[in-house]
């Protein structure tokens, strides 16, 4: 089974531009999830897609926005990027459902590397 | 709201040594999930072992095993015999069962030294 795959790996831009970043879960989860990682703050749960809705927020501005599509891919947009915002993105699959803590476990992408100059 | 804490941002071990890594939560929640994740220098994140809160006792994975005090809202990881590809940071992470919100330590940082 293919593993979660984030599109584009590295990424550059300047203050004040947006940028779009894609995640593909493992096929047949339909839970995505976005967290931004910088150092000394660990992970920082951005928000989570459950079959094309929003299931939860994180605290981020809102700058920063998601979707899913039907078929569980996910886009992540942080429009007028702040020096702030360098970090790696992170997503994460999972089943989305309750049925016990197998189900909770979360499949990471490698991520993408935004410099923000 | 829940809070998960690693007090411990670097660590390091001998290679065949035994290390213990903490984490202590926060949560006024009876029933939830805590896991431990891995993710090596440049690698993808990975899960190294998970509890159910409702599970008395402690989960283990080969090597890795945990010392789940639900009282003291404590739940620490231990790697036995520690191998140099051990050498990653180590992310304890906390989940309120029934939503998808997870909230992730800061991290440890840990060395295995040859």
């Known amino acids: 089974k293919a593993g979660v795959t984030q599109t584009p790996r590295y990424l550059i831009k300047t203050r004040g531009q947006q940028v779009t970043l894609s995640c593909s879960p493992i096929s047949g989860h339909r839970s995505v999830s976005w967290y931004q990682q910088t150092p000394g703050q660990g992970l920082q749960f951005l928000f989570e897609y459950f079959s094309e809705t929003q299931r939860n927020k994180g605290n981020f501005p809102g700058r920063f926005s998601g979707r899913q599509f039907s078929n569980s891919r996910s886009e992540m947009n942080v429009s007028t990027l702040e020096l702030g915002d360098s970090a790696l993105y992170l997503c994460?699959?999972?089943?989305?459902?309750?049925?016990?803590?197998?189900?909770?476990?979360?499949?990471f992408g490698p991520g993408t590397r935004l410099t923000v100059t | 709201a829940q809070t998960v804490t690693q007090s411990q941002p670097e660590m390091s071990v001998q290679e065949a040594e035994t290390v213990t890594l903490s984490c202590t939560y926060d949560?006024?929640?009876?029933?939830?999930?805590l896991f431990w994740y891995k993710q090596p220098p440049s690698r993808q994140m990975i899960l190294v072992i998970r509890q159910e809160a409702y599970k008395q006792q402690n989960a283990t994975e080969n090597r890795f095993s945990v010392n789940f005090q639900k009282a003291a809202k404590s739940f620490s990881l231990k790697i036995s015999d520690s191998q140099l590809g051990d050498a990653a940071m180590y992310f304890c992470?906390?989940?309120?069962?029934?939503?998808?919100?997870?909230?992730f330590g800061t991290g440890t940082r840990l060395k295995v030294l040859a």
């Open positions: 992470a906390y989940l309120t069962s029934g939503t998808y919100k997870y909230i």
């Open positions: 994460a699959s999972s089943s989305g459902t309750s049925g016990g803590a197998v189900s909770y476990e979360q499949y």
């Open positions: 949560t006024s929640e009876s029933d939830y999930y």
